[in-house]
């Protein structure tokens, strides 16, 4: 592997400064990974002190993270990024200090010669480029920061706002601006988007049209205003509150005005503040109204770091975080009222006292057994023991292995593929994991089965991959695919789901119920990549259940990018032979350094060197904020690759850009022009137009992106960007999925020193609480008792 002979790199620090009644608008995103994504922003893992190597390899560079200070909210946790809206946060980081006019990236020296295949460029050009780009992005922040001003300006009716009032305008502001939510606060919780999506996910019926949103009348929103007004909130509240609230919405929040807590923005301080003008010494923290409410946003805000649910005790912690004087009392009164459910979850077999025989079989009935306590919001809960109940019923199906089946197993292409194919000819629900390589045995599977007369379909998460090939999403809408019959239900035997690790709960479910009795269904992910957007974790769940058979696929990915990716994911950080430079590292020692290098790897070094034009190169980085963040890269890259005044929205003709119309769905696509009509996208040789209104929350640049909105496509050269003030946000699954998107190249620019092998070695994916696993193992145990 070669590496850039750069100097030791310098730490970075990135610290947060929240305020004591934050809006989401004025949470910056302190962590550059912050987002919804989540993507709701990614994790964090602990940085090691600085240091030098000799050599630099993935595995040997340094750099330390600093951390927030403490605010009045409890603290704030999470990766950013997973299933990112492509809007973000407006609130800009500042940029890093420029790149020093070291060597260029093409050159270095290493145990394998020059880090890229280029000689060095004389320092004078190279400074000078670096601050062109540089200045292109105190372009982009100024132009940021005009918007930021405009919409901090008085409101139109009069007097600018202050205090809670303008928090609240703020947070509505941020919004309608596309930015995310506030983040909260389970430690133990994974990364999950930030924002609430721009539209809930497809229902699970069987028509595949998604039933509009009911508009306000105009009386609602009037009603609305007025008590807002009472509570000295923002006018601009009035429309969001009545959509959200209903008809009612007036009478809801003068009884109860926590019910504030129902628009995305809007965070408990800001709520308990309103409450406090509408109901003056009546609205304590311990009030029934308030605690019932609270419950709910906890758990909402749960499920979009992909928790289905949450224990009793961690949710009872998180209300004493916000001062609820009896949280265990609490939480009753939310479960007696049926704003939440409450689950009890087998530990375990049952467990004798200590004076009972076990053997007994009267004592063994009386035998206590071990729970843990769940409680969750209905629709998660429905949705899970719904998909439950649909692979429970898909995995009963038999069927008999035929000799045709045996036949096409004998003439597969790998011995892999051979085995996939026999356990699918038995069975109806089956399991398949591998990388990237093994992505063929599915596909080898499918066309077997058409072989066989068989209806099949093969779906992805994201599009591309082949002509046979649709996206779940639109196998869900109808837009593609074979189609529904006259129960509603998908006309396939065989649906074949790639890249099933992206399946949240709700989507799994209603993918699940649309499969006929007598189909067969067939899983198969690479689980070590990053989850799903959405809550819930279908695929480790089944997995984890060993209620259908698994196939484990014994075809490695090839290559010292198959054999550096697979190291890392059972967390070993390796350095690997690479005499094609199909591997490079370039030590950078400040983030805009990091931006100079990224754009010339892209714009010089890797199509001189491969082959491979700039288009086919993808960046990819922690987070969309920050000064080597997305929206940072892509300033400059568009001011190298396709430089143009943004006379559309701050896009022009030929940008590159990713098209999210749902949370967790990133496409990539081209602009070709916009008319009053919206923005118009060239994606996969299709046209499509983004409504003027929802460019700026749809529509971001797309050279540089997220590792959570590349997952599931990959590109012929990736250039994986790791600045110093990324430390916190780097994780295995993160690397994993950010090294693996590139099919013949990949460059490294490592900014972060010893926080790479330390997140590789020792910060896996975090655990989301789900009941999944339980639920299958409980069903596939009643369906094996007789009777």
């Not at 074979?482 to 065989?494: E, N, S, Y």
Request: glycine share 12%.
């Amino acid at each position: 592997m070669s590496t850039d002979p750069q100097a030791d790199t310098a730490a970075a620090e990135n610290p947060a400064t929240p305020e004591a009644e934050p809006s989401a608008a004025a949470e910056a995103e302190a962590d550059p990974a912050a987002d919804t994504d989540r993507t709701g922003p990614d994790g964090s893992g602990t940085a090691e002190p600085a240091g030098a190597e000799d050599e630099a390899g993935p595995a040997a560079v340094h750099g330390e993270a600093g951390e927030g200070g403490p605010g009045a909210e409890p603290p704030v946790s999470g990766r950013g990024g997973e299933g990112e809206s492509p809007a973000g946060p407006e609130t800009e980081t500042e940029t890093g200090s420029g790149a020093d006019g070291g060597a260029d990236a093409d050159a270095g020296a290493g145990p394998e010669g020059t880090a890229e295949p280029a000689a060095e460029a004389p320092a004078t050009p190279a400074l000078s480029e670096a601050q062109a780009e540089l200045a292109a992005q105190r372009i982009e922040r100024e132009r940021i920061a005009r918007r930021k001003a405009e919409r901090e300006a008085p409101v139109a009716a009069g007097a600018k706002l202050s205090g809670k009032a303008a928090d609240l305008l703020a947070a509505v502001r941020a919004v309608e601006g596309g930015a995310k939510p506030s983040s909260v606060y389970f430690d133990d919780a994974p990364a999950a988007p930030r924002r609430a999506p721009v539209a809930p996910p497809a229902p699970r019926p069987a028509a595949p049209a998604a039933v509009a949103a009911s508009v306000p009348s105009a009386d609602t929103v009037e009603g609305v205003r007025a008590v807002l007004a009472r509570g000295g909130a923002p006018e601009a509240l009035a429309g969001p509150a009545a959509a959200a609230l209903g008809e009612d919405a007036a009478g809801q929040l003068t009884e109860n005005p926590w019910r504030l807590l129902s628009l995305p923005a809007v965070r408990p301080t800001q709520a308990d503040g309103f409450a406090r003008a509408l109901l003056g010494a009546e609205a304590g923290p311990g009030d029934e109204r308030r605690t019932t409410v609270l419950v709910g946003w906890l758990l909402a805000q749960a499920g979009l770091k992909g928790h289905t649910a949450l224990e009793a005790p961690v949710l009872e912690k998180a209300l004493a975080q916000y001062g609820v004087p009896d949280p265990a009392e609490a939480l009753e009164l939310a479960i007696a009222e049926g704003s939440v459910l409450v689950f009890h979850e087998p530990l375990g077999p049952p467990v004798a006292g200590p004076s009972e025989n076990a053997a007994d079989a009267e004592d063994a009935e009386d035998a206590e057994q071990p729970v843990r306590v769940l409680v969750g919001l209905e629709g998660a809960a429905m949705a899970e023991e719904s998909l439950a109940d649909g692979l429970a019923r898909l995995a009963a199906g038999t069927f008999d292995a035929s000799e045709d089946w045996e036949r096409a197993a004998g003439s597969a292409p790998s011995p892999s593929a051979s085995e996939l194919i026999r356990a699918v000819a038995g069975h109806g629900l089956v399991t398949h994991t591998g990388g990237e390589a093994a992505r063929a045995e599915p596909v080898a599977l499918a066309a077997a089965a058409r072989e066989l007369g068989l209806r099949v379909c093969l779906a992805a998460h994201a599009p591309g991959g082949g002509p046979d090939r649709v996206t779940v999403a639109g196998l869900l809408s109808g837009a593609e695919g074979p189609g529904r019959d006259t129960d509603g239900q998908f006309a396939l035997d065989l649906l074949v789901v790639l890249d099933a690790p992206q399946l949240d709960v709700e989507t799994a479910a209603a993918l699940v119920e649309s499969v006929p009795d007598g189909a067969r269904l067939v899983l198969s992910g690479d689980p070590g990549v990053l989850g799903s957007a959405g809550a819930g974790r279908v695929f480790a769940d089944v997995l984890a259940a060993r209620t259908c058979p698994q196939l484990v696929s014994r075809t490695p990915d090839p290559g010292p990018l198959g054999e550096l990716v697979s190291g890392v994911g059972i967390g070993e950080l390796n350095q690997v032979d690479a005499p094609g430079k199909e591997v490079v590292i370039v030590p950078v020692k400040d983030a805009g350094e990091a931006v100079h290098r990224a754009v010339q790897l892209v714009a010089e070094s890797v199509p001189r060197a491969f082959g491979i034009p700039a288009d086919s190169v993808q960046v990819i980085t922690p987070g969309h904020g920050g000064s080597a963040g997305t929206r940072a890269l892509n300033a400059a890259l568009k001011e190298r690759l396709n430089p143009g005044p943004g006379r559309f929205g701050g896009f022009d003709p030929g940008d590159r850009v990713v098209h999210v119309p749902s949370a967790g769905r990133a496409l990539p696509a081209r602009v070709v022009s916009a008319d009053a009509e919206g923005l118009h996208l060239e994606r996969a040789g299709a046209r499509i137009v983004v409504a003027k209104e929802l460019v700026e929350s749809q529509v971001r640049h797309g050279w540089a992106v997220t590792a959570h909105q590349a997952v599931g496509t990959r590109w012929p050269a990736v250039v994986v960007v790791l600045p110093g003030d990324a430390a916190q946000a780097l994780s295995r699954d993160w690397v994993y999925t950010a090294f693996g998107r590139g099919e013949r190249h990949l460059s490294v620019v490592h900014g972060v020193d010893q926080a790479l092998p330390h997140a590789v070695a020792e910060v896996p994916a975090k655990p989301r609480t789900t009941r999944l696993t339980g639920l299958l193992t409980a069903l596939a145990m009643a369906g094996a008792q007789p009777g």
